[in-house]
């Protein structure tokens, strides 16, 4: 029993069969004990396989929902405009749908505030402080080395999105302007016109 605990722990990838089939790996060519499995499970040729990273060190007690492990970013949720106005949801959908996985996970509840204070404090303290920071945060929430090609990502993404914000508030303001100063404009005509 021992031993198999020790090779579930490390093992990359463990798959759970919820029938009594057994197939040994270790018999057969990888792809022909796959070929087995399939055909013992009676499903079709499964075309697109998602791993999924499972933390052995936590220790839950409650029952998951499929939904949360399976999530995919939703074609149908519109973001707001206003990172601050982002909530849990729109985070995670977003940091997923641009393929930041790791940070999805590090920054799991977050929302769009608390998204935009990570990205002040990764802007403004120094490099050598904040990294080892976020790479102790990363092994603690995720058990993986922190990703700095996915900060990286993460970060150039999030400057366009403020830039993305900044830009549309400018319109705004120079829309509103533009309405303002035309409103001014016949309100000046229309009253030297009386005189």
Sequence with gaps: MDAMAQAIEQSNTILISGQLNYIDFTKYEFSQAMKILIKELKVPIINEICPLDVDLKKEVNTMIPITSIL??????????ENIFDWNQIHVQDWL???SLLQMSRLF????????????EIIE???????????????IRRTSQNLSLVELTHFRSLLDQQ???????????????????IG??????NTQTSHF
């Design 162 to 180: 403020k830039q993305s914000l900044t830009s549309n508030i400018v319109a705004k303001s120079t829309k509103f302007r533009s309405i303002f």
């Design 124 to 138: 403004n303290v120094e490099p050598q402080q904040v990294v080892p920071l976020l790479q102790d945060d990363s």
């Design 96 to 98: 997923i749908s641009h």
């Design 108 to 119: 799991t509840n977050f929302n769009g505030q608390s998204l935009m204070y990570m990205s």
């Design 71 to 80: 999530h995919e970013p939703s074609s149908v949720l519109i973001l707001p």
């Design 183 to 188: 409103v001014l404009f016949h309100k000046c």
